[in-house]
């Protein structure tokens, strides 16, 4: 199993790149749907971390950038997409 994620403008050249891996390739799909499910799930716990470890001068900054949210919404958009891919060994 494999999973990760790439800007959408470089999926074809990702998929090209696994085509030549030295397995088998068996299944592959998006997955965008459940790693949005699960930064929206987790959130407030990602907030609540950069609270803790951010120096409090620059907490307000963490906050506005809010990493986390602007991933999940990238990935909403379609600016980028994770994927899931299953090998074999030939």
Known sequence: MYADARASSAIARWESALSNAP???????PINAEVVRGLKK???KWQEVADRVAPVFVRGMVRKLALA??????LQRGGSEYRMYCFVKP
Do not use: G, P, T, Y
């Open 42 to 44: 987790d959130l407030q």
């Open 23 to 29: 397995m088998r390739l068996v299944s592959q799909r």
């Open 69 to 74: 949210r602007k991933a999940c919404e990238f």
